[in-house]
């Protein structure tokens, strides 16, 4: 089975901090994904990537950036905290063509910032 | 713009009593058409991906059907265990657009 892990399922911070989200997965998945995930808006997708060192925006990118070193790790940065990035964050992964294939989900974190 | 509807947005059901959730898409450019179960405070799990109209999958007291249109995701005799947020997910030419659920309720 594939399992993707976030490393926390709750974390809050502060205003104006530097915020590092981790996702790994164990499927040797080439395609990562990031999205947070709000009441009535459903899942939104913040940026994604295709293989080690490429990223790509998704729909709402303003206010984060990601890191992907290495093939079955994939970070998600918020540069400086605000309160309406409080949500829940979601870290898939999928094989080879993503749009035909289904993406697994790590169980998120829940992010408070404050 | 690629869309999907899901309908309806909460169902509250008694055990046994069998229903469908559906799920509406843009028809142009489809390349799947996926369902998930997301229970409270947990990632959404996948269920099924459906290709092509008339295409059917099944699992335990689910049924995943696609016709040109829609997709409906069928729930036979249901129980508590159920209860969950079911998603569908359009894949699109580079793009996966998700629906916002319907969130299913089984009363004993």
């Known amino acids: 089975d594939v399992k993707v892990t976030q490393s926390s399922r709750y974390l809050v911070k502060r205003t104006g901090e530097k915020v590092f989200l981790e996702c790994v997965q164990d499927?040797?998945?080439?395609?990562m994904f990031w999205y947070r995930q709000d009441p009535g808006l459903g899942l939104r997708l913040i940026y994604f990537?295709?293989?080690?060192?490429?990223?790509e925006k998704g729909d709402i990118p303003e206010g984060y950036s990601v890191s992907r070193e290495k093939k079955e790790r994939f970070s998600l940065i918020l540069e400086s905290a605000s309160t309406n990035q409080t949500s829940m964050y979601l870290c898939?992964?999928?094989?080879?063509?993503?749009?035909?294939?289904?993406?697994?989900f790590g169980d998120g974190t829940r992010l408070s910032i404050l | 713009e690629d869309q999907v509807t899901q309908s309806p947005e909460a169902l509250r059901l008694q055990e046994g009593e069998s229903s469908s959730l559906n799920c509406s898409y843009t028809?142009?450019?489809?390349?799947?058409l996926f369902w998930y179960r997301q229970d409270p405070g947990k990632g959404p799990e996948f269920l099924f991906t459906?290709?092509?109209a008339g295409e059917e999958k099944e699992k335990e007291r689910l049924k995943a059907t696609l016709t040109k249109k829609e997709s409906f995701l069928h729930i036979t005799a249901p129980k508590p265990e159920d209860s969950a947020t079911y998603l569908c997910?359009?894949?699109?030419?580079?793009?996966?657009?998700f629906g916002t659920g319907t969130k299913l309720q089984v009363i004993p």
């Open positions: 898939a992964s999928s094989f080879e063509e993503y749009s035909n294939q289904p993406q697994h």
């Open positions: 499927m040797d998945h080439e395609n």
């Open positions: 990537s295709y293989d080690v060192k490429m990223k």
């Open positions: 028809v142009s450019g489809l390349r799947g």
């Open positions: 459906l290709y092509s």
């Open positions: 997910a359009r894949g699109g030419y580079q793009k996966v657009t």
